[in-house]
């Protein structure tokens, strides 16, 4: 579904993303870990079109990921994606929110995509926060209210960029629930993420960046129990002592 060949990405003269290959599966789950600045994020902002990149290709089905390109508006339908922030809209309420891209993207009927929106929010067990604004929420529903969004729009693929960071922690194991379910149902997904247990229990794969490349890649029990590369071994060593053991 997702094949990146010898993906180069600079900003000014610092590289961040040097000759990363990597192929996603329909229905896999990839775990993309290693420590801050190591380029993960920005390899989700290419795949989706919100970078640009210098060298290399992306391939989402047969189409390119071009930025500039009008295929980019159907590649963005077809991949979406959860940020760290949630991004709602503040005047509008967690039903409107889910609304907005298929009644202003894709045209979608107002009835229509309400009645969607409802069953989306339902599955993420907010049906009774429908009405609410995202300043009546907390964190965790914001986010949950986000990935309805993103399923709205009927994606193919979610790419989800961090998205228990920036919640409290009795907040991010409702947010790795929904996450789970969607994996268990075949979603395609590509995850940054620092939860080294979700990765472990959902991941098909898991790439470990460190420099700007995929230092490892492999099975999760693999590339999470018994990793070969020192550079891994380091991150999960400091990880678990961070976490007290739990990582």
Do not use: W
Not at 4 to 26: A, C, F, M, W
Not at 208 to 228: H, M, N, Q, T, W
Request: proline share 4%.
């Amino acid at each position: 579904m997702i094949r990146i060949q010898s993906l180069h990405k600079s900003y000014g003269s610092t590289r961040v993303l040097e000759g990363i290959d990597l192929s996603v599966e329909s229905g896999q789950v990839v775990c993309l870990i290693g420590p801050s600045g190591s380029g993960k994020s920005t390899l989700l902002r290419c795949i989706n079109g919100l970078e640009t990149y210098e060298g290399g290709d992306i391939l989402v089905g047969q189409e390119r990921v071009d930025r500039h390109a009008h295929s980019i508006h159907e590649i963005r339908t077809q991949v979406a994606m959860v940020f760290q922030r949630f991004n709602l809209f503040p005047h509008r309420t967690a039903l409107q929110n889910v609304m907005e891209g298929p009644v202003y993207v894709k045209k979608e009927r107002p009835e229509a995509a309400r009645e969607h929106a409802r069953a989306l929010l339902e599955k993420v067990g907010l049906s009774h926060r429908m009405d609410a604004y995202p300043d009546e929420l907390s964190g965790g529903q914001q986010q949950r209210v986000a990935i309805a969004r993103a399923l709205a729009m009927r994606p193919k693929a979610i790419l989800f960029d961090e998205p228990t960071s920036a919640l409290d922690p009795e907040l991010v194991g409702e947010v790795l629930a929904v996450m789970r379910k969607l994996a268990d149902e075949g979603m395609t997904m590509v995850v940054v993420t620092h939860e080294m247990g979700f990765a472990r229990e959902v991941a098909d794969k898991v790439c470990f960046l460190y420099g700007g490349r995929i230092v490892e890649e492999g099975a999760a029990k693999d590339v999470l129990g018994a990793p070969s590369q020192p550079r891994t071994q380091e991150f999960l060593r400091r990880l678990l002592n961070t976490d007290g053991g739990q990582a």
